[in-house]
Each structure stands twice: as C-alpha cells, then as structure tokens.
T-cell receptor, first 111, second 114 residues
C-alpha cells in the first residue's frame, strides 16, 4: 500500500513554477521522501530525495515540512517537457528496498 | 553510457502461452528490480535481485511468474500459462549496491495477452 497521497492532477503555465504537493502523514523516522517522474511511454526517472532538510538539485527542489508529514516538489521554471506523472514515495534509503508507487499526480504544462 | 535496455519492446501472445522478457541492466549495477505497470496505475514491485539471488520476491503474483539472473547481470522474467490479466508494461530497473538512492529504469516491455 502506498504511504503517500497526491492530488490526481494539476496544471501550470510554461515558464512558471510548478508546486506538487504530497502528504505522508505516517512516515517513519528512517524513511526518506523520494520523487520520481514518468514521461509518457518511458520508464520512471529519479528526481530528488530528502529526509528532513530541504534539498535542491539541477532538476527540482524538495521542501519537507518540519513535522515531515508533507512535502512539496518544486519545478522552478516548468517547460512542456516536464509534462509527466510525478510520484511521491517514502522509502528507507540505503537498503536497496523496493519502490512503492501510488497513482501519482499528472502535471500538465500548458504553453 | 548505455542505460537499462529491455527486449522485446512489445510482445503479443495468446492466452496460455509462455513468454520471456529480458532486461539488460547498466554495467556494474548489482541490484536489479522488476515492476509491472497496468494502465492508469503506478508501477507495482515484482522481484528484486542482489547479484544472482532473489533478495525479495514478495511481489510475484503467483507461481506462474518466475525470474532469473544466473550471472548477476542480465535477467529474464518468465511467465507461464499467460492470462489476459497479465497484460501490462513490465519495467526493469537497476541500481548500484552502494548508491541505492536512485533506480534507473528501462523503457519497459508492453505485454499483450489476447
């Protein structure tokens, strides 16, 4: 069972920031928050992960609330190529454990 | 460098037939995963290999499904007596043992059982 809840869909305008929310109220102390995305007809692609501090890489930023019960993935300047299904996953890191995907959130970037 | 590759990209078979799906992981990746994705759903875990052995096969739905990785590299997912409900995209992923944060996925094999 997925331990995260996400809205089914959202859209944003090209060039604007896309803020994708995720709730994980039952997250355990040793579980990280991971984000993957899946562009149509491709396999999922890793984006970012974090434990409790905010994280940023070349693709996105991850903001985790202080109580760790929710997080937001931020794509600072969305492009049409960012249209995809985004999955928020909680997972114990370093254990080579499986990824448990929910249905994700479908992000549509409009021109 | 080369990513994870899967063959065939598409497979159409008839109910009751046997199929094999192949996964070539990224060179040097010791961990290999199989997932199955039905239409409109997220990928669902099937089995995980660490080296040659199956470390976790808890996701295999029944004994018609079997996977091997005899030399710790290429893996084959085998499905016996296929059923229409087996139709899905079968995804393979690999990761480094000591960098298990990121799983690298292949493009998948779309299996259609008529």
């Amino acid at each position: 069972d997925a331990k995260t809840t996400q809205p089914p869909s959202m859209d944003c305008a090209e060039g604007r920031a896309a803020n994708l929310p995720c709730n994980h109220s039952t997250i355990s102390g040793n579980e990280y928050v991971y984000w993957y995305r899946q562009i149509h007809s491709q396999g999922p692609q890793y984006i970012i992960h974090g434990l409790k501090n905010n994280e940023t890489n070349e693709m996105a930023s991850l903001i985790i609330t202080e109580d760790r019960k929710s997080s937001t993935l931020i794509l600072p300047h969305a492009t049409l190529r960012d249209t995809a299904v985004y999955y928020c996953i909680v997972r114990v890191t370093g254990a080579n454990s499986k990824l448990t995907f929910g249905k994700g959130i479908t992000l549509s970037v409009r021109p | 460098g080369a990513g994870v590759s899967q063959t065939p990209s598409n497979k159409v078979t008839e109910k009751g037939k046997y199929v094999e799906l192949r996964c070539d992981p990224i060179s040097g990746h010791t961990a290999l995963y199989w997932y199955r994705q039905s239409l409109g759903q997220g990928p669902e875990f099937l089995i995980y290999f660490q080296g040659t052995g199956a470390a976790d096969d808890s996701g295999l739905p029944n004994d018609r499904f079997f996977a091997v990785r005899p030399e710790g590299s290429v893996s084959t997912l085998k499905i016996q007596r296929t059923e229409r409900g087996d139709s899905a995209v079968y995804l393979c992923a690999s990761s480094l043992q000591d960098r298990s944060d990121e799983q690298f996925f292949g493009p998948g094999t779309r299996l259609t059982v008529l």
